[in-house]
């Protein structure tokens, strides 16, 4: 070999040497770079969030559009914290459209990735949207139950994170319109100023007053029922507490002007009302929530009617059927939808047909076996309440030494004193042990509730001073007696008694 070809050889190596370097740098780059991209995707992700978010307030239509492919990139990316953002985004949107039928079931589908992602806070958030949608059909007793299992799960969280807070004020508000939308104002009114209560949590000023602006108006359309002067004063303080960076149109803004309007409409003011009415409408978006513009579409036509205007009072009246007509549309999509799958189900063929029929069959043999059980479990709710009644009756003297303690602990009940529970282990101190012995896995709200047995309280006085239906009452009373392996013929009271 000469000279020249060593060279040759010596550079061919040299070249191989770089080229496995760069090779080996990118490897090393390319890996480091994966787990980089996956953060920046996230990052990505939850900045497209925070700026489509305006979109779906002020144009809902497009807004879930977006909504809908930011949810696939979420789950592509298993960002599970803002697949479960998104997921109750639906939900708000099929609230916003009157679409109670949707409603249930995007909730129940945000509630099942919640318990599978183990998000106990967006499980909550599922809960008030079903709320919501059992409380516009006045469903009482199912609101009230789903209520308090949103409450349950948000006491067990952090009580100063802001998210909880805001969950739970929702909660209340979706309680709250359930009241209003029975025109039980004091109800409604009494729920808010719970929410506000609550609200003494929120460290944050700026945080705190956003709270209170919307609970204020929120009081504002309560007693705009029943006290004119009063709406007038929460709906000022609402004003007043407006923040800044809050845009001209946001909803508490139009509702607050709605309020004025509504107010002076019940003063017989019609010229004022009708101002408030105009702002209001030069506020809104094209998209408009179509229960608040029937609202709006109704007062302006009964403040055009007292003022003997009846081409304007025409013109909002058409507009008010439209609105009407929209909305009946829209609570009967469901129907259409049931429709569209019958008939894509005649295509189908013989043999799904008749796995159709005995599923139906089951599901009304299930359906036939809940209601005998529903029918003898209210029978032996009923029988127990008698029992009880008896025993009550016959046993309502107190021990001399316990009566101070017992007339202490009957003002701090009354009284939704925060103190009762302690004041009541300090009488009763080997009470928690003896439940704990016989079922380990009850928790300190049930024992609470037992409590109230040990004192020997009603079932309709346990309901006045904790705000909950007697059947509720019933309810509870029925799963401590499964518990703590209470036989059917003892009384409650009775068992009690000898704890």
């Not at 579409?297 to 007292?306: P, Q, T, V």
Request: with cysteine; net charge positive; charged share 25%.
């Amino acid at each position: 070999m000469n000279n020249d070809d060593g060279f040759i050889m010596n550079a061919i190596n040299d070249r191989v040497l770089v080229l496995r370097l760069i090779f080996f740098f990118l490897l090393i780059f390319s890996f480091s770079n994966a787990q980089i991209t996956d953060y920046q995707r996230f990052e990505v992700l939850s900045g497209k969030v925070v700026e489509y978010r305006s979109l779906l307030m002020g144009n809902p239509e497009k807004g879930i559009v977006v909504n809908r492919n930011l949810l696939k990139e979420a789950v592509a990316i298993n960002d599970h914290d803002t697949e479960l953002l998104l997921l109750s985004h639906q939900c708000w949107y099929n609230m916003y459209k009157v679409d109670f039928d949707n409603s249930l079931k995007s909730a129940d589908y945000l509630e099942k990735k919640s318990l599978e992602y183990g998000n106990k806070r967006f499980q909550a958030v599922a809960y008030t949207y079903k709320l919501n949608a059992f409380g516009h059909n006045q469903l009482r007793n199912e609101a009230l139950e789903i209520f308090d299992k949103a409450i349950t799960i948000l006491e067990k969280e952090d009580q100063s994170d802001v998210k909880v807070i805001e969950t739970k004020n929702n909660a209340y508000t979706y309680l709250s319109n359930m009241y209003l939308t029975a025109k039980q104002p004091r109800e409604a009114i009494s729920v808010s100023f719970k929410a506000i209560k609550d609200l003494q949590n929120v460290r944050d000023p700026e945080k705190k007053a956003q709270f209170l602006y919307r609970k204020y108006s929120h009081l504002g359309a309560a007693y705009v029922m029943f006290n004119l002067d009063s709406a007038k004063y929460f709906v000022r303080k609402s004003i007043e507490l407006k923040p800044k960076h809050f845009p001209e149109n946001d909803d508490v803004t139009i509702l607050n002007y709605s309020l004025l309007g509504d107010i002076e409409k019940g003063k017989k003011n019609f010229s004022k009302s009708i101002e408030h009415y105009k702002e209001v409408e030069k506020l809104i978006p094209k998209d408009y929530d179509i229960m608040n513009q029937r609202e709006l579409y109704k007062g302006f036509a009964e403040s055009y009617e007292s003022l003997k205007d009846s081409v304007n009072a025409g013109k909002y009246q058409s507009k008010l059927q439209n609105v009407e007509l929209k909305i009946s549309e829209n609570k009967n999509k469901s129907l259409h939808q049931i429709i569209k799958e019958k008939e894509e189900t005649k295509k189908v063929g013989a043999t799904f047909y008749f796995g159709y029929i005995i599923l139906s069959g089951l599901f009304l043999l299930i359906l036939l076996v809940f209601v005998f059980r529903l029918y003898k479990k209210n029978k032996i709710l009923t029988s127990q309440e008698n029992q009880s009644k008896e025993y009550l009756q016959s046993n309502i003297d107190i021990q001399p030494n316990r009566e101070e303690q017992h007339k202490k602990l009957m003002t701090l009940l009354q009284d939704n004193s925060s103190d009762f529970f302690v004041e009541f282990q300090k009488v009763f101190p080997n009470f928690n042990q003896a439940l704990m012995s016989i079922n380990s896995s009850i928790v300190e709200s049930e024992i609470e509730f037992c409590s109230y047995l040990k004192l020997n309280l009603t079932t309709k006085d346990i309901a006045v001073y904790k705000d909950l239906l007697p059947k509720t009452v019933q309810n509870k009373k029925y799963r401590i007696r499964k518990k703590l392996n209470i036989p059917d013929n003892i009384d409650i009271y009775f068992f009690f008694s000898q704890i």
